[in-house]
Every structure is written in structure tokens, then in C-alpha cells.
């Protein structure tokens, strides 16, 4: 059983270059998160969807898009990447909206835009 | 919006002591959520413990336990016979009993020393 894998685990980019992450999950989980670390600022939510074909903004959305076309999969977009967006970027997944059902989180990605 | 504050970036314990990691969080919500994450060098994000807030018990795990405190929106983390494999990111969460996304505090980096 993967549950969350990410796609790709580290990745180099210079500004201004597009790039996709990918997330999927095998757990049938409705709710899927992208979050970005950086250092002592914790986790931050960038996105995300509570189903199939929904998305959601969270705290820190500007130059990011996202897109759930199938339930197992997440999709977080830079479409013009800037050193700002240097990162570690962690999907997560969660059977239902509620307390009662813990997140389950992938191995990051870590990405370096230069 | 609801806030999580870690006061303590970083903190040591002795092998074999005891160590408190503090968290306070700001809510106008009466049911919610709360946990404590470890992020091991390895990056994976691990569910230490889960409190419930209409709990009045403190929820307890192996070592890890937790002193909830509701009305002073406090709830740290005691690790008792610390070991060298809990040297990590340890971060406090909330999570709304509603449909929300996790919010995270800044998290506190615990060295364990041999």
C-alpha cells in the first residue's frame, strides 16, 4: 500500500520555468492538501480540494494553480517560477474534512529555483 | 482565523529526561482538534498524538503525552525517557471540527543529547 506519493522528490528550475507536481493517493481519500515548508515558518496550505473536480484556496496560493480531474490525483502547477518559490512542497491526504480523520502525507519535494 | 504559536524554536533534553514543547493556539470555535507532527530528518511527517478538544482526558501515547489545557488554549507535548531516535521538527496543529484544512504552528526543533 503506497498511500501519498509525490512526484518528483527534488527538482531544479531556473525563474521563469514551468513545472508540475504530482500527487496521488491509493487510499480513496476525498480530501487532498498542498502545503509548502520553509524554514521557521511551518507549514503553509497552498490548496486544496475536498473531491473530485474541486479546488480551494489556502494561506499561500499567488503563483500556484491545482486541479483534481481524478480523485486519486493532485496537481500543483507553477506556471512561472520565481526564487520566491523555493521549497519543500508536501501533499497530503485525508479521508474526510473532520478532526477524526488524520492526514496522511507524502515525502515532500524539494525545489530549488535559481 | 485560527493561529497555532510555537514560543520555543529550539529545544534540548538529556537522553533519558523529560522535555515539555509548548503550543498555544487562538480559536473562537468550541469543538476542535489538535495534534502534535515529528519530522525526523528523513522529512516524513508522523502523527505523534491527537487531542480532542469536548475530551477532557489528556490523550496519552507510549511516551508522549499531552497537558491540555481548553481555556488557556494551551496544549504542549511531554516526551518522558527521551531517546536519541525523537531528535526531530515537532510541530503543533489545529484542525476545526468543521470541514478545514490543518493549520500548523512553526514548529520547535528538539536535539536529544547522548
Known amino acids: 500500500n503506497a498511500g501519498v506519493t509525490q512526484t518528483p522528490k527534488f527538482r531544479v528550475l531556473k525563474t521563469g520555468q514551468s513545472m508540475t507536481l504530482l500527487c496521488a493517493q491509493d487510499m480513496n481519500h476525498e480530501y487532498m492538501y498542498w502545503y509548502r515548508q520553509d524554514p521557521g515558518m511551518g507549514l503553509r496550505l497552498i490548496h486544496y480540494?475536498?473531491?473530485?473536480?474541486?479546488?480551494a484556496k489556502g494561506e499561500v496560493p499567488d503563483g500556484y494553480n491545482v486541479s483534481r480531474l481524478k480523485k486519486q490525483n493532485f496537481l500543483l502547477g507553477l506556471e512561472s517560477a520565481a526564487p520566491s518559490q523555493t521549497s519543500v512542497y508536501f501533499c497530503?491526504?485525508?479521508?474526510?474534512?473532520?478532526?477524526?480523520?488524520?492526514?496522511?502525507f507524502g515525502n515532500g519535494t524539494r525545489l530549488t529555483v535559481t | 482565523a485560527q493561529t497555532v504559536t510555537q514560543s520555543q524554536p529550539e529545544m534540548s533534553v538529556q537522553e533519558a529526561e523529560t522535555v515539555t514543547l509548548s503550543c498555544t493556539y487562538d480559536t473562537s470555535e468550541s469543538d476542535y482538534y489538535l495534534f502534535w507532527y515529528k519530522q525526523p530528518p528523513s522529512r516524513q511527517m508522523i502523527l505523534v498524538i491527537r487531542?480532542?478538544?469536548?475530551?477532557?482526558q489528556n490523550a496519552t501515547e507510549n511516551r508522549f503525552s499531552v497537558n491540555f489545557q481548553k481555556a488557556a488554549k494551551s496544549f504542549s507535548l511531554k516526551i518522558s525517557d527521551s531517546q536519541l531516535g525523537d531528535a526531530a521538527m515537532y510541530f503543533c496543529?489545529?484542525?476545526?471540527?468543521?470541514?478545514?484544512?490543518?493549520?500548523f504552528g512553526k514548529g520547535t526543533r528538539l536535539s536529544v543529547i547522548a
Open positions: 487531542q480532542e478538544a469536548y475530551k477532557q
Open positions: 497530503a491526504s485525508s479521508y474526510s474534512g473532520t478532526g477524526r480523520s488524520p492526514l496522511h
Open positions: 480540494s475536498v473531491g473530485e473536480g474541486t479546488t
Open positions: 496543529a489545529y484542525r476545526s471540527a468543521l470541514n478545514a484544512p490543518l493549520v
